[in-house]
């Protein structure tokens, strides 16, 4: 203004500034508080959320426990702690213990760490991770069976005492059993990994259930179960089982005899079994008869039966039929059989020629088909009160489910 000194004026002009500023300050901390407020608010509602799922997760943890104690498998550990705050809900259960009383005998499983885990969202989807080594004894008797892995993970959905699926997944597992003190260990199987899956996909829980389920092996052996999985295998077995009354806990011998007097069965939906050298699909169905004994039939396609035939170990079961004849029982094992003895080199000659008789029969009996591209030969395998035969040639017996 007219007559004010520069001093005057830049003091008024300061004021003003000053009276602009304020109020903004002031509006601009608003946000900021509120924004601090909703901070804190969700913070506290998620405290209370995991807690609240927390408990959820436990109480279904406890029910599966329960489930499975009046089923005859009762579970501790010598110390349980609970963790896994703000996403998850784990419980950690150390030297944990498995009391199987419903085997005869029975027996006891112990692992060195059992863990199960739950998302706050979904608190009812339980995933178990089992540390091993895991071991199986006798009750009152040192271990038998021991069990490793580099992974076992178990996942259970539903709510107890009905569950909806059930898998259990394996990376790398072994099976040994513990021979005598200083004999060391015989390997009973050995896996890249093994999958199991069950799931129930008609039915109820409480109401005639229908359940699927899926096994699959990788890179498996077992070279003590037969001369055919003495070599890498891989498996892939999809089967559904009907005629269930229920999923209550029971020995599966009970389910087995639900299956029976229903008239229920075994449907093989798919089976794919193979070997570097070898292939065997198929599908089928399989009834339980009132022995507890499988009827049914199951028709193959082969890949390879020249391989797989040297296996089945007839020539070796004719070998062993001349030396009973020849009343030199046990010959085969301890020494040269009869027909070496007769002639060296006999026997090899007469198992050669058996095989090739054999393989030769299969081609006859099979029909021409291909798997992959692969010529094959579709075969029946027929199980009769147990016994199983491919065409006319037994294999062996089945072990009765009841």
């Given amino acids: 203004m007219p007559g004010e000194s520069p001093l005057n004026m830049m003091q008024a002009q300061g004021r003003a500034a000053r009276k602009r500023s304020g109020p903004v300050r002031r509006r601009r901390l608003g946000p900021v508080l509120v924004a ?3 901070v804190i608010v969700v913070a506290l509602a998620w405290v209370w959320l995991w807690y609240d799922a927390a408990a959820v997760a436990d109480r279904t943890l406890a029910g599966w426990l329960e489930r499975e104690a009046a089923a005859g498998r009762v579970y501790s550990c010598a110390a349980q702690a609970i963790g896994g705050f703000p996403l998850r809900i784990e419980a950690r259960c150390a030297d944990a213990a498995a009391e199987i009383r419903n085997n005869r005998p029975q027996f006891t499983a112990r692992a060195k760490a059992v863990t199960f885990a739950a998302e706050v969202f979904n608190p009812t989807r339980l995933i178990g991770d089992v540390t091993g080594p895991l071991t199986l004894a006798e009750r009152d008797k040192p271990p038998s069976l021991v069990a490793n892995w580099s992974r076992a993970r178990l996942t259970v959905r539903g ?5 909806e699926s059930v898998s259990v997944r394996l990376d790398t597992p072994r099976l040994d059993r513990e021979a005598a003190p200083g004999a060391g260990a015989a390997t009973l199987f050995t896996a890249e ?8 996909i008609a039915g109820s829980p409480r109401d005639n259930p229908v359940i699927e389920v899926v096994l699959r092996l990788a890179a498996a052996t077992a070279p003590t179960l037969h001369p055919l999985t003495a070599r890498p295998i891989e498996v892939d077995i999809d089967v559904v089982l009907r005629g269930l009354k229920n999923l209550a806990p029971k020995p599966w011998a009970d389910r087995f005899r639900e299956m029976q007097a229903a008239g229920g069965g075994i449907e093989i939906k798919s089976l794919r079994i193979a070997r570097s050298d070898a292939l065997v699909v198929g599908i089928g169905n399989l009834s339980i008869n009132a022995h507890g004994r499988l009827d049914g039939l199951i ?6 039966v020249e391989h797989i035939v040297p296996d089945l170990g007839l020539d070796r079961a004719i070998e062993r039929g001349i030396d009973r004849l020849a009343g030199a029982n046990g010959a085969s094992r301890q020494g040269p059989s009869t027909l070496d003895r007769l002639m060296p080199g006999l026997g090899d000659a007469v198992r050669e020629t058996t095989n090739a008789s054999l393989i030769e029969n299969f081609k006859k009996m099979g029909q021409p088909t291909e798997i992959d591209n692969k010529p094959a030969i579709l075969l029946p395998l027929r199980v009769v009160d147990g016994s199983v035969f491919l065409g006319l040639l037994p294999l062996g017996a089945a072990p009765p489910l009841f």
Avoid at 159 to 163: A, S, V
């Fill in 36 to 38: 601090l407020a909703i």
């Fill in 159 to 163: 709510r107890p005492p009905d569950p």
């Fill in 193 to 200: 990994r093994a999958e199991l899956q069950g799931r129930m």
């Fill in 299 to 304: 028709r193959i396609a082969v890949v390879g």
